[in-house]
């Protein structure tokens, strides 16, 4: 019989094995997970918790592309738990609950000491060097921040000031030498250097919310739609109080928005979305499916983006997958948009640290919106 369990709907029981219970049921976004769970008893033995945070730990240390990621853990909670993604071609919690069988009783005490160490499992040797310790699962292992150097700030206040002389001293021998050139310009009886020059302004990058300009080559610049439609593959959709600013790039069929802390850089018909951390990012892109865009070119698209595989939505047309590595969250979106004049496939990876997954699931989900709403205009 299904049930609910947390987050987790259409929750059945597949396998029980003495302390260990394998469930199966899906998420909050649709796509089918395996729950691995100690029993309420189990869960009160220290020896019985421990060999489950080592094994997951193991888990992580040995994934390889056959093994089903691990979406969440949590072992510290009064019943510990972890959960994988469900798919018939990968390996999933069951891989983890077989390893638990074989370094122990289902039930019953486990075995302490030096048989306990012997069996406790132990990440792959390194070919360079002795074996390192596997990583602990997420939930577990909280470090402390790192503390920032101080020397890049002392080098960085060092290099703005000799900067700053720089461009004091040669904005004076500029200003000096046009004066100059001015003085002779005027005895010589020819116009000045502005009435004969005329410079248009910069091709702005980002126009302001709602937006449509024309860029100087005549191509225009998209306007975000705040009628697109409310899809979510991740997270929640940026709010109306959110500080956000509209990403518009010249040529482009779609404009987007990302937090307006975010520096956007143009990459042809890509753009970067930099968190102000320096590392954190977003690369939205999209390219014109070539004729005839059936599924086989679809699906070789798609298997060019990373994490692998990409669960489907809308029969195909959407693409999601994430993974969550210690203080890591990764993410792939794909989206296919049939317009009036061609078929686009459009793209988000995503690639930041786990305490800014809040703030950049929004982009992916305006991106896939966006992208949406070509359609919705036909």
Not at 99 to 118: E, F, S
Not at 310 to 331: M, T, V
Request: aromatic share 6%.
């Amino acid at each position: 019989m299904s049930r609910t369990v947390g987050p987790y709907k259409d929750v059945a029981t597949a396998r029980v094995e003495g302390a260990y219970e394998l469930c199966e049921g899906v998420d909050e976004t649709g796509r089918p997970v395996q729950i691995l769970t100690l029993g309420s008893t189990s869960s009160k033995d220290p020896a019985r918790r421990g060999l489950l945070s080592d094994t997951v730990a193991w888990a992580y240390a040995t994934a390889g592309p056959e093994d089903a990621p691990i979406l969440v853990a949590d072992l510290e909670a009064e019943q510990p738990y972890v959960v994988t993604l469900h798919d018939a071609r990968l390996r999933g919690a069951d891989r983890i609950m077989d390893r638990l069988l074989a370094l122990g009783p289902a039930t019953g005490p486990l075995p302490v000491g030096a048989a306990a160490a012997a069996a406790r499992p132990q990440a792959p040797a390194s070919p360079a060097g002795p074996p390192s310790a596997p990583p602990m699962s997420p939930p577990v292992m909280i470090t402390a921040p790192k503390r920032p150097s101080q020397l890049r700030p002392i080098l960085i206040g060092i290099a703005s000031v000799v900067g700053i002389v720089a461009l004091i001293v040669g904005g004076w021998i500029i200003w000096t030498t046009l004066a100059a050139d001015d003085g002779e310009d005027d005895s010589n009886g020819s116009q000045p250097a502005s009435q004969t020059t005329e410079t248009g302004p910069a091709e702005a990058e980002e126009a302001p919310d709602g937006a449509a300009e024309e860029g100087p080559d005549g191509q225009s610049k998209p306007e975000w739609q705040d009628d697109a439609p409310g899809l979510s593959v991740a997270g929640e959709l940026f709010g109306e109080d959110d500080d956000t600013r509209v990403v518009s790039l010249t040529g482009w069929p779609f404009a987007f928005r990302a937090p307006s802390d975010y520096e956007c850089a143009p990459e042809e018909q890509a753009a970067v979305c930099t968190a102000p951390d320096g590392e954190s990012s977003v690369e939205v892109a999209w390219t014109v499916c070539e004729d005839p865009c059936g599924d086989t070119t679809r699906e070789e698209l798609q298997e060019q983006l990373p994490y692998q595989p990409l669960q489907a939505y809308e029969n195909g047309d959407i693409g999601f997958s994430d993974r969550e590595p210690y203080g890591e969250w990764k993410a792939s979106l794909s989206v296919f948009v049939e317009t009036e004049d061609a078929v686009l496939h459009v793209t988000a990876v995503a690639n930041v640290s786990s305490d800014l997954a809040v703030e950049v699931q929004p982009i992916l989900n305006d991106v896939l919106n966006q992208a949406k709403s070509l359609e919705e205009e036909e």
